[in-house]
């Protein structure tokens, strides 16, 4: 298999051909070793970040902004999205709260982005 890339490790955006072959990996046209493991985890394992609204009860506003604390795999992303979907949670929050540890055992945290004060 050979899959074009363009690497987002860095501002330069490296345009990258990887090939596959099994369990051998080849990378070309990174400038840097953050190009290779960028180009072998997109192919093997591509995560990303989640960043999304949740439901906020007795808040000044009706949501509040979260993201992972890390990429979780872009294969439950998805699923992560539906459960998501499905929380409320409290107000007050403050920025840097937890709002679900643990993210569908992906290690990552769903942390709140901003503040919600309480009416």
């Known amino acids: 298999m050979t899959k ?6 860095c501002p330069i955006g490296c345009e990258l051909t990887v090939y596959v072959e099994g369990d051998d990996i080849k990378v070309e046209g990174n400038r840097c070793p953050r190009g290779f493991e960028y180009a072998k985890n997109e192919v093997t394992n591509p995560q990303r970040m989640l960043t ?3 439901k906020v009860e007795n808040g000044v506003m009706d949501l509040v902004s979260t993201r992972t604390d890390r990429p979780i795999p872009k294969k ?4 992560a999205i539906s459960y998501i979907k499905s929380l409320k949670v409290q107000a007050p929050i403050k920025r ?18 901003r503040t919600v004060l309480k009416k």
């Open 52 to 54: 999304i609204s949740v």
């Open 96 to 113: 840097g709260d937890i709002i679900v540890k643990d993210l569908l055992n992906t290690g990552a945290n769903l942390i709140a982005t």
């Open 4 to 9: 074009k890339l363009t690497c987002i490790s």
């Open 76 to 79: 439950i992303l998805e699923e």
